[in-house]
């Protein structure tokens, strides 16, 4: 038996009210750099406007209740390339992806610094943002606990330890693994604080971190205490046991802000109604810290950054 299924479509004009454009303020600020700011306005989300700059836009800095100065305001372009075929050949053309305006400054902001932003233009109200500088975390040590053989012979199972010193008052850290780690697993209860992310997350099934992803924990177990966040990670030592890249953890604090953006937007992400996760959730609203304007400030610490020496390991 043979079984034709057959289907239509049909086009359906929108005929809602498009809502209007609203001003956009992101910026992380870096201990040691200067401060810096991406303005650019929404745009509805049927319209595929690259083009989202703001006219006239100005930017004045207060640190610690002072006026320290007005950042630098230029156009960003992101730019694409496409080719078209005419009758003399293959022409390259180029076009604009994404417009938004950049805003940067001169002054190296500090570690405690209050930053206050007030953005202004002639689209939009003004638009104020605030934030404070975290300080630098505390680390005691980076060290290893255990080195095993694993299945592959070319390859050591570390289980390692970052013990810091937190200070009294809430804390949010973050872990950038470098120097050619791509990831780590772990059961230490600090990571039950990150969003879960996938199916496996769900069922208890998968702890994987550190794949260019921000893995954060606030000190919410360990507050005003010492504490050793442990890990695991399967490390490569090539054929002839010779070469030994250590291994490397950048560790930030981070402000309160930017962990409940971070963390909001991870649950945004998985609240999408056509996953699997999605549809068994409500809408999730990402968090903002702008005044009269969407969007998040955050700030970020120096990085410290602690390595582990393997050459001792070779056969």
Request: proline share 4%.
């Amino acid at each position: 038996m043979v079984c034709h299924l057959a289907s239509c479509t049909k086009d359906v004009d929108f005929t809602g009210n498009q809502s209007d454009p609203l001003l956009v303020v992101n910026g992380l600020q870096q201990a040691g750099h200067p401060a810096s700011l991406r303005v650019e306005k929404s745009v509805f989300f049927l319209d595929d406007q690259p083009d989202r700059r703001v006219k006239d836009v100005e930017v004045d800095l207060y640190v610690n209740g002072s006026f320290k100065e007005s950042l630098q305001v230029r156009d960003s372009l992101i730019m694409e390339q496409y080719y078209i075929w005419t009758e003399q050949g293959e022409i390259l053309k180029e076009r604009i992806r994404y417009a938004f305006n950049y805003c940067e400054g001169q002054y190296a902001i500090g570690e405690g610094d209050q930053l206050r932003f007030e953005v202004r233009s002639s689209e939009f109200d003004n638009a104020t943002a605030e934030v404070t500088v975290p300080q630098a975390p505390q680390v005691i040590s980076f060290d290893t606990v255990r080195v095993e053989a694993s299945h592959n012979e070319y390859e050591l199972k570390l289980r390692f330890a970052l013990k810091l010193d937190d200070p009294v008052g809430s804390d949010y850290y973050n872990l950038y693994p470098q120097g050619g780690l791509s990831g780590f697993t772990s059961t230490d209860p600090v990571f039950t604080d990150q969003v879960v992310e996938d199916v496996e997350d769900i069922f208890g099934e998968h702890e994987y971190y550190g794949r260019g992803q921000y893995n954060m924990f606030s000190d919410r177990f360990f507050e005003g205490s010492e504490y050793s966040v442990t890990m695991e990670a399967y490390w490569y030592v090539g054929e002839d046991y010779d070469y030994y890249e250590p291994f490397t953890l950048e560790v930030t604090c981070l402000d309160a802000n930017f962990y409940q953006y971070l963390r909001s937007y991870r649950a945004y992400s998985n609240s999408d109604p056509e996953s699997l996760i999605g549809m068994f959730t409500e809408p999730v609203q990402v968090y903002s810290n702008v005044d009269n304007a969407i969007g998040i400030v955050g700030a970020q610490s120096q990085p410290v950054r602690v390595s582990i020496d393997l050459s001792q390991n070779r056969k």
